[in-house]
């Protein structure tokens, strides 16, 4: 079998990702939670490998980029100055018929219409067009019977620190929608505490909330959500070269980490949110959905958020050049990437169904599964492999996963077959097998198994971590 479509790929991808201890969807002995998705073993590693080196390439590599991790609960005041509470919304339609309930602006992008960022009034217009001409229909039971569209807040309300039974707006706290409100009330705090000098970044990775309307195409787009952001601070007239500078960074960024160029596309968006002076996605062409969508996020945001942040809490946010003597509200460029919508990609580029060996009676030659992951993304770096669970073999091999575990995750496996234990590694994309067998006994060498080439070297016990250290890090 080869997925030869997105729909098949993304039902190989889904069932994979189940099958071998990715991402379970959420509440599933309750009958799911639509729009959450779990973890498990494999998914909790390369989410945390996608966010190490993100954080890698963020922070650590740059002296001019601090980290943050605030709270996901702020004070209310901020969604208020930022203008979530009074338009952090989504065009809702519904259809009478089956309540099934959709997008309009991606019901009109079905048609080629881009509503992104346009009014609501504009919406309904071109929806009305859409149905005098009997084009507007139900995605799902085909019925004509479609209600207005309708703003959806995307906000979701808590009563942190009310009474259980109070949840009235007056109580109300939110579960913040994007991680970089709490960069910027932590921006004061950033300089008087480190003292840096513009330009410089505040980064940080967390959990975001946003009510979709409709959450689909598996972790694409999910209603619990974790977001890696930057917020670049720096003078008004440097906005042009900081701008195109993290253009090309993370671009290059996702070319290191094995995304093709011919896979990835520059979306300029037409309409601007109020405050943007310019803003690009870095589309990924998912072919388990169907082509190119919104991986991350490049905007130009102005000096709309600290001037917001100041005028509604009455600190003075400005900054003070000591060498020019200029006063400014600095104007912050954002990049921003769910780590999920990441990991897709990458589990999307790395997805490989490939014939091998020789053909069986019926001429057919087997298929294997393998996630080409790039090495510093793989869940489980080397697998140690005994061929027998004797302790002739098992004493070897327990020392070799002690010794490499300090340094790397390693998996040990003495179950089944060894061909059915490699397939199960390519798998979850492990780069290395490592065979103990019983030459090991007298020769104290293993063999290793390269994910990619299938090819097999014999490797001196002694030298296994100087050869994983060189391969791997
Ligand atoms: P979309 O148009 O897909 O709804 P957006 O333009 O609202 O996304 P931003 O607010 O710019 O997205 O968020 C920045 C990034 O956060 C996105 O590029 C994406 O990687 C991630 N992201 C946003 N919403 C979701 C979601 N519901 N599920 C998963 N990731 C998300």
Redesign the pocket.
Known sequence: MTTTNSTSRMEAIVSLCKRRGFIFPSSEIYGGFSGVYDYGHYGTLLLNNVKSEWWKNMVQTRLDVFGLDSGIFMHPTTWKASGHLDGFDDPQIDCRKCKSRFRADHVLEEFGINADKQSIEWINIELDKLRSEKKLVCANCGSVDLTEAKPFSLIVKSNLGSPTSELSDETAVYLRP?TCGGIYLNYKNTIDSLHPKLPFGIAQIGKAF?N?IV?KQF?????E?V?MELQYFHHPSQTQEIYDQWHKDRWAFYLEYGIPESKLNWHKHDKLAHYASEAY?IEYNYAMLGGFK????I?ARGDWDLTQHSKFSGIDLSYFDEVTKERFVPHIVET???D???ALAFLDNAYTEEEVGDPGEDGKRDTRVVLKLDKRLAPVKVAVLPLSKKEELSVPAQAIWKSLSKKFFVEYDDTQSIGKRYRRQDEIGTPYCVTVDFDTLTDNAVTVRDRDTMEQVRIPVDELLSYFTSKLL
Not at 219 to 223: C, G, L, P, S
């Open positions: 994007e946003r979709e959450a972790v694409f787009r999910t209603r959500l977001q996605d919104e991986m991350e996020g905007h921003s990437v769910g999920a919508r990441m």
